[in-house]
């Protein structure tokens, strides 16, 4: 069945500084991925998705290719900001459903 | 924006006790999520919701829960009889259908703390 495996983090970055998340899954066929992110005390937010092989996501500077040869779905960022300090998880359907299937969640913590 | 919006923010209740958690999804959406969070673990899903049925349960949603869409704009989760494992975040999450790679939109979540 499909799968998802993000980085533990958290991941400790001082402002302006390049950021990359690993995301890597297991999947029937190339579903849709999606990188959601939480932000203190609010709920998941759609960051940014990739609908097939190749795509390329991209929302507030963050950037996310789906590669199926390595079957990643990196996140990266050029240069942090402290307000980007929130958790990122990667996501994918569920084959033939609609239900998504979450990473663990990786916090980030920029610093000034 | 229009937002997925989810009550109460917080709820403390005690083992055994009923508990309803609300929601009120985006307008023109018609399937409608329940997802939670244990702390320090996965966002799992719980159930989906269509057509004022369930579409699909995970095997977390046992008889103790049940979901309700009781008028036209509320989706409640409700606990039966709280256990200590059901702490955790409970998402609400809705969207307008089902195209693969359609966004859900998810609300808030509401902690609750069962003692």
């Known amino acids: 069945g499909n799968s998802v495996t993000q980085m533990e983090g958290p991941v400790t970055l001082s402002e302006e500084a390049f950021l990359t998340i690993n995301c890597t899954y297991t999947?029937?066929?190339?579903?849709?991925l999606f990188w959601y992110v939480q932000y203190p005390g609010e709920g998941l937010q759609l960051l940014l998705k990739?609908?097939?092989?190749?795509d390329k996501g991209s929302n507030k500077g963050f950037e996310a290719t789906y590669r199926k040869e390595t079957t990643s779905f990196h996140l990266e960022k050029g240069s942090v900001q402290v307000s980007d300090s929130a958790v990122y998880f990667c996501?994918?359907?569920?084959?033939?459903?609609?239900?998504?299937?979450f990473g663990t969640g990786t916090r980030l913590q920029v610093f000034p | 924006e229009p937002e997925v919006t989810q009550t109460p923010s917080h709820q403390v209740t005690q083992m055994g006790q009923e508990v309803i958690l609300r929601c009120v999804p985006i307008s023109n959406h018609l399937y409608f999520y329940w997802y939670r969070q244990i702390l320090g673990q996965k966002v799992e899903f719980l159930v989906s919701f269509y057509n004022n049925e369930i579409s699909e349960k995970s095997e977390i949603f046992d008889d103790q829960f049940s979901v309700e869409r009781p008028d036209g704009s509320n989706f409640t989760l409700k606990i039966r009889s709280t256990k200590l494992e059901d702490s955790a975040m409970y998402f609400c999450?809705?969207?307008?259908?089902?195209?693969?790679?359609?966004?859900?939109?998810f609300g808030e979540g509401s902690w609750l703390t069962v003692v």
């Open positions: 999450a809705s969207r307008d259908d089902r195209v693969s790679g359609n966004t859900i939109y």
């Open positions: 999947a029937t066929g190339y579903p849709s």
């Open positions: 990739a609908t097939k092989a190749d």
């Open positions: 996501a994918l359907p569920f084959p033939n459903t609609d239900k998504l299937i």
